[in-house]
């Protein structure tokens, strides 16, 4: 199945992942009884494994043939550690992909799809993609401030380091964002390191594709959960954003979005989402 037509993405942790009469399913404990979950991986875009958990041999084989992304975690999937590879890769995807986003002109240009779309106009014409980053940045911050503003929340500035319940939010909030948008991308047969705008990381090309659509999607849930629950923080709060943005990305149909969005970033494909 395409990744387009599939759901988004499952977070386990403290349980095991193995396979059952050729089932991939989740084995957890509660209550000193273990409860056996079957996991609808045909369907499934990401699979993200949080502390605690271990997963068979056969759990991965069964995964991978039905081109289930795996993430490895940190707690409630605020940091991811490790990927592993869906089906579907495509040599000639990449070498397009190294192609375009290593010729300066192009490059230039797949920035300039990727900050129309991100702020809803054309950026100004003949700026370098390093003045486009610094216009970015001042319309980050202004849209932060302006958020907090509509859901009456305290704000200080975004600082993932920092633990007060709004970055904590916002941070949950990308990480799942992120988990899907790196499951289009290497479905795709893409590299996630060959950015656009980011470089020098390893999953630069997914936070491109991801501030496309964060400021519309992911953010807006993390400012909402957090009016709707002052005072609620730690796992609580994690769990509370992640099930939001699950409910968003399906109600959205994020998937197919994110991989016509892909599609007109890197190659100029038609972009017939908006």
Known sequence: ???????????????????????????????????????????????????????????????????????????QGVRIYAAGKPGGASGQHMQKQALALTDPVARLAAARRLYKIMMGKDPPAGRSIDQLRGLEGVWVREKYTRLSTEYGVDWRGRNPKISDQANQAVSQSTSTLYGISEAVILALGLSSAIGIVHTGSERSLVFDLADTVKFVTVVPVAFRVVAENPGMFGRDLSGAVRRACRDLFVRERLLDRLVTICKHLVFGDALDCH
Do not use: K, Q
């Open 1 to 75: 199945m395409p990744v387009s037509g599939r759901l988004d993405f499952l977070f386990v942790e403290r349980c095991r992942v193995g396979l059952e009469d050729g089932v991939p399913v989740v084995v957890s404990v509660v209550d000193d009884d273990e409860i056996t979950t079957p996991i609808p991986a045909a369907r499934l875009a990401v699979l993200m494994l949080g502390p605690g958990t271990s997963v068979t041999h056969g759990a991965i084989m069964a995964l991978a043939r039905m081109g289930c992304l795996l993430l490895w975690t940190g707690e």
